[in-house]
């Protein structure tokens, strides 16, 4: 096992605190199905313009997505296809710890 260092610590308080926002891991959630600009997430997600394009800015400074430009329009996707399989993990990790937190009316995780 890898000896865990304080750099360590950060980059998981950094994933912890992207989760802590529900707009900020919908759009990770969202972002495991490709790649897709900030204008489809915010109607997709059904927030403000403005609201995703603060979310993306932290994500992008947490390390999670990256953007890239093609032509006017800049493309958003996970800096690492292992982030989308983690997300996967924990969204059953959390059904396994309280199989009462989701159902098809919604989610009440606390």
């Known amino acids: 096992m890898t000896p865990v260092t304080g750099s360590h610590a950060t980059a998981l308080a950094q994933l ?10 919908r759009i990770l959630l969202a972002l495991r199905e490709g790649p897709a600009r900030p204008s ?4 997709q997600l059904d927030v403000s313009r403005q609201s995703m394009s603060n979310q993306l800015r ?3 400074g947490c390390g999670l997505v990256e953007g890239s430009s093609e032509g006017r329009s800049t493309w958003y ?12 993990d924990l969204l059953e990790l959390v059904v396994t ?12 995780c606390r």
């Open 77 to 88: 996707r996970l800096a690492d296809q292992r982030i989308g399989s983690t997300l996967g």
């Open 40 to 43: 489809d997430l915010a109607q």
């Open 58 to 60: 932290c994500l992008r």
């Open 97 to 108: 710890v309280d199989p009462n937190c989701c159902t098809p009316k919604g989610c009440t």
């Open 16 to 25: 912890g605190h992207a989760l802590s926002d529900g707009t900020r891991t």
